[in-house]
C-alpha cells in the first residue's frame, strides 16, 4: 500500500486527482472509473474537472460506477446519490450521463439489484481505478463493520453510527434511510487500483486501523491491504496516529523520477 500524507485537505485533492488522472490516462479514452459520494473526495473532483476544463483529461467516453445508493429515496431526491454523483461528478467531469451508473436503490426488484450491477460492471470490463473515502467507523462503500471481505453488490442496513454521520445532509436523522445498496468489499478490491482519501481528525482511528492494523471486517477499509495498488492519501490530522509516518514521508520523498505524479 501506497500512503501519501499531505499539509492540508486541498493537497489531498490534487495528489489523488494526480494518482487517478495517471491511471486514467494509461488506460485511455474508455477508462472505467470508480465513484464515492461524499465529502472526503470533493476535492479530488475539483482538481479533475479543472483537467478536464484545460483539456488536459479527456472522460468523455468514460464509464463511471458509483459504489452506494440509499433506498427508497424517490427518484430526483437532491440527497439521493444518484443526483449527487450528477452534482459532483457528471457535470464538472464533462462525463456522459449515459454512461453514469448507480446502484438502483427503488424498492422495486431491489433484491435482483445487486446482481444487475455486478453484471453491469463486469460488461464494462471491470473499474480501472475506485476512488474511496472511509467512514469513521471503517466503513468503505456502506459496507459496516462486520461485512464479508468476499461481499459483493447487496442491500444493507445502515449503521446508527452512520446514520447518524449523514445526518448533516437531511433536515432530520429520521428521515436518513435505513437501508441501502452498496457494492461488496470483494467488488472494490476486484478495480484495478484503488484511490483512498482521508481528511480530518475524525477520520484518525479508521486511517491507523485501515492502514496499520490487522486485515478483519470489523475495518472494513483495512481490505486495502490484500490489494495489489491501493494508494491512500490522507492530511496530517487523519495520518496523526499512524505509527509509520515518518517512513511513508520518506518513500514519497525518495521516490524514482518515473514513479513521481504529475500534481
Ligand atoms: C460514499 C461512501 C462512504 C463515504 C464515507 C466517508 O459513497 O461510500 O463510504 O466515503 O462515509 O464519507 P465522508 O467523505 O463524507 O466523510
Redesign the pocket.
Known sequence: MEIIICPDAERVGEVAAAVVARVAVAVGPSVVLG???????LALYENLAKRVAAGTLDLSDAQAF???EYVGLPAGHPES?AEVIRRTVTEPLKLDPARVHVPDGRSEGLSGAGQRYEDAIAAAGGVDVQI?????NG????NEPGSSLASRTRVKTLSQR?RD??ARFFDSVDQVPTHCI?QGIGTILAARHLVL?ATGAA?ADAVVGLVEGPVTSMCPASALQLHRFATVVCDEPAAAKLALADYYRQCFDEQLDWQKLDV
Open positions: 465513484v464515492a459520494t461524499g465529502s472526503s473526495p458509483a459504489l452506494d446519490y474511496l473515502g472511509v467512514g469513521a466503513h468503505i462503500g456502506f452512520t454521520d449523514n452498496t482519501v477520520k
